[in-house]
Every structure is written in C-alpha cells, then in structure tokens.
C-alpha cells in the first residue's frame, strides 16, 4: 500500500488530503470511508485490489485518521468539492466510486457534481437523506459496544474492548468522533435539502444494503434508491451496516460486476 498527501486547493482555502492506494493497474476506485475512519474501507480496498484489476484509491476525510481538518471544511456538500477536485489532480478517469455510511453521503454529493471522471456510483448503507418513518439512529449517543449491536448481523465476530485500545488509538478516535459531528451537520447526519440533488445525478447509481442494518434499516435504503434517477437497489442478506467488513466476499462481486458493467471501456472483462 503506497501513502501520499495531495494539496487540494478550493474558493475557500486549501486543504491536504491524505490518499492511500492500493493496486498498482487497473479500473480506478474512489473507496469512502464512513464515521468510523479509514480502517473500516482499508481491508477491502485491499482485497478487491487484490482480487480484481482495480487501483482503488482510499483517502482519509480531513480530520479523521490524525489529519487536520482546516476551519473551513464544515459539510459534506464541500467535501465532495475537495474530492471532485482530487481526482483532477489525480486526473482520473473512468471513476468507480464507492462510499460506505457517511462516505456513502460524500459519494452522493459527488455524483450530484456531476464529474465527467465519474462513471458509476455505489452507495453502500448510505447516510444522508430524510426519510419519514425510517429516522437514523442517533449513533453519538451510543457507547461502542452499543452502536456495534446495531451495526452487524454477527456481533459475536466484532465484539469492542475498549481496554485492548492504546492512549493513540483513544486520541485518533475521539478525533474521528468530532470530525464526524462537524460533517454531520444539525440535522443528524442528514441534510433535508439532499434529496432535491439527488434528483438531478445522471451516473448509473447501485445503492447496496446490508439487511440487518439498525442504523439506518433497507426501507431508508430503498428511498435513497428510489430519490435518484435510474438507480438499482440490491439488498445483501446476512450483513449490517458495513459489509465491506462483515461479508467482504459478499460486497466485493456486487460493487466489481456494477462497476465493470459502467465503464467507458466495454472491452473490459
């Protein structure tokens, strides 16, 4: 895995954005990470680097993972600016993006953008909209172990001790925690004027659920797929809030086989 920190530079200031890559050829990947910080997307950005011919490019939204976050960079509407912006400097094309929880939000807003470097979308568990009857689970005044109840299908494979973490660990995690509630806005975790740019994204979207999520449960999911032109909806059976960790093997043909089958390049197999 290759590290690298790029400069990114917006109306309102400039802002560096530490970006790991994993895959040295291959589709490029845009994998967002959710609340709980890189880690949660590193492993499967491995493994589907490792399984199939994909670069996937895995950056750490500024003040997660120790990273600053500049004063400037409060919502996740900007943060989609930054990364727009990322892959020009990058100068990707042909983008597969991915984004899982609250990155699942930022890829939503990136589409909205309307990247010409985009060529699929898949949200996994996303974040984000307002759906009635279906709120999000108000997961900053869960403890850990709590909010892994409602995170996973097998809890008995993800159980939390918070006395295995080190003084770093704890610090990166509080860290990760108030950046979080800076992104998340005063609506919890959602903005109420979301769904009006939803309507206007035109990349294939795939939103891809966990069925055993209590975050935020499959009929959120299903109107997040329904908010946005054209898109697909699959539900994954057996798996919580984060599949990327908890059935990897199950996540990673859905997210290749809608990729691959949206690319500007249809010789690929």
Known sequence: MASTTRTIKLAQGT????VDLQGQEGRPFLLLHGGGGPQ???????FLAGQRPARVFTPFHPGFGGTVRPEWLTDVPTLAQVYARLLEDL???????VGNSIGGWIAAELAALGSERISSVTLVNAVGVRVQGHPIADTFSLTPPELARLSFHDLSKFRFDP?????EQRAVMGTNRAALQVYSGPHGMADPTLTDRLAGIGHPTL???GASDKVVD???GRAYAQAIPGAEFRLLEGTGHMP???TPEQLLPVVWDFANSHTA?????
């Open 163 to 167: 006395n295995a973490l080190s003084e």
């Open 40 to 46: 949660t997307v590193t492993p499967f950005a491995g």
């Open 15 to 18: 802002v560096d954005v530490t």
């Open 218 to 220: 499959s009929a959120y």
């Open 207 to 209: 939103v891809a659920w």
């Open 265 to 269: 390049d249809h010789t690929r197999n």
């Open 91 to 97: 100068d990707l094309r042909d983008v597969a993006v």
């Open 244 to 246: 990327q960790s908890e």
